[in-house]
């Protein structure tokens, strides 16, 4: 592509992220007195914007197949501005929609690495903006008793009060992990790490369409310092593609149990995330015994019946004091079978740390340091060394496996109540599972806005 074509796109994405930094200045102020006014909302509009600039330097690269990281330096930047409105229709009930305009693209159109190396990269770029409706949603709260407690304003939520002891039920489109495998430290792109096997469990194979979203239902039950949440959602047309099943024929079944504590007097919680997906699906092991009779590259599109996926996962947060956080998370995916939406990974465990400027004066900065570990099956490796391709991966051989080992280090500053600046390293050693190519050395700066 020209170099012209290359700037007229980064000029236009700034100017977008300008315009929308420039009005958010304006708004932002009258939203927070807004806000302030009242502590129960009928209505509120919040917005953000982020553009992302990541890039990585040229690795060794022996070979390369359809779904490798090319060796040769590269860098890919996206964009995107959100509005979030929302209505109280009644007591205890909120509307939300969220328009959004995306554009840009992930490095080498979301490919190459199994924990991809950032958040904010959809499996669909596109060079023009485009609108879309990501979350449109109903969401009803029943008090059963407990403290009551305030509930501040958010993208996603209407300032107002709640008790400790409560029902809450979510239905229409909008994110599986807008209500699973929530963490502090670790599951939002725009605030804090980027890694895509860092802010999810990696093996959280959710439902979704190639943008992340789904139509689906949740309930929720917290009594006391537990929570149990389970979810029914619609899977994707065939495995990793941009339309839903349109009959709901293919499904997944999400369920967790989280229970909060206090540690030293510090609080802190633990959760376990399961999943069932039922859906067409190939077994590599079919797909190899099919590519050797048909002299042919394995290819799962090919042995796709209906049957059933699980995995589960565990999510560790812990407040350590001064500023200090940790989280960990330990995931299983059934290897024998083709993840269905998000990345491939049958195993995968990551841990990390986040501290919060104020020890150093800066009460709005947040630095943060993660490692995570990301493995596949015998029956997964087999199938990448035949020549098959997954999700996000396939050099088109696999001579020797090893796990895909990621460190991810941050730094996000804070130049207005409402505008952050990050600085963000990945190195990712062993990308795609294998130890000829890499490693490989990602660097990405990120703007984000929120009012």
């Known amino acids: 592509m020209a170099r012209a074509d290359v700037r007229h796109r980064g000029d236009l994405r700034l100017s977008l992220l300008a315009r929308t930094v420039a009005a958010m200045a304006l708004i932002a102020p009258v939203a927070a007195r807004a806000d302030d006014a009242s502590a129960a909302q009928d209505f509120a509009i919040h917005g953000q914007a982020t553009l992302t600039d990541q890039g990585y330097l040229a690795f060794p690269s022996p070979y390369a197949g359809g779904n490798s990281l090319p060796g040769t330096a590269q860098g890919r930047e996206t964009f995107d501005a959100t509005l979030f409105i929302g209505v109280r229709p009644w007591q205890g009930a909120e509307i939300w929609a969220a328009p959004e305009i995306d554009q840009g693209f992930g490095l080498q159109n979301t490919l190459g690495v199994a924990g991809f190396p950032s958040g904010e990269a959809y499996k669909v770029g596109r060079t023009n903006p485009y609108l879309r409706f990501d979350r449109l949603f109903l969401r009803q709260t029943v008090d059963v008793g407990g403290a009551s407690s305030k509930i501040d304003p958010d993208l996603m939520q209407l300032g107002g009060s709640q008790t400790e002891n409560r029902l809450v039920f979510t239905v229409g489109r909008f994110a599986v992990t807008d209500v699973f495998d929530g963490n502090a430290y670790a599951h939002d792109p725009r605030h804090d790490f980027l890694n895509w096997t860092l802010i999810d469990a990696g093996t959280f194979d959710y439902a979704a369409d190639a943008w992340g979203y789904t139509v689906g239902a949740a309930a929720e039950w917290y009594q006391g310092p537990w929570t149990l949440r389970a979810g029914l959602f619609d899977l994707s047309e065939v495995p990793n593609s941009q339309k839903l099943d349109p009959d709901l024929g293919q499904f997944q079944i ?178 795609a599972y294998t130890p000829e190519r890499g490693p490989v050395s990602v660097f990405a700066v990120r703007l984000h806005a929120q009012f």
């Open 254 to 431: 999400v369920a967790e149990a989280a229970r909060r504590y206090s540690l030293a007097g510090k609080d802190g919680s633990v959760a376990v995330t399961g999943f069932l997906s039922r859906g067409r699906m190939g077994l590599f092991s079919d797909a190899v015994a099919l590519g050797e009779a048909e002299d042919e590259t394995p290819d799962t599109a090919k042995v796709r019946h209906y049957r059933s996926r699980p995995g589960v996962s565990l999510d560790v947060q812990q407040d350590l004091g001064g500023g200090f956080g940790a989280f960990a998370r330990a995931g299983w995916a059934d290897g024998h079978v083709e993840p269905y939406e998000f990345t491939d990974v049958d195993e995968s465990v990551s841990g990390g740390l986040s501290v919060n400027g104020k020890r150093w004066g800066r009460n709005n900065d947040t630095v943060g340091l993660a490692g995570v570990v990301n493995a596949i099956s015998k029956d997964h490796q087999a199938y990448l060394a035949a020549g098959g391709l997954g999700i996000l991966v396939g050099d088109g051989q696999l001579p020797r496996y090893t796990t895909e080992n990621i460190l991810e280090t941050y730094y996000d500053i804070g130049l207005k109540s409402f505008l952050h600046l990050t600085i963000d390293y990945q190195f990712v050693d062993h990308p």
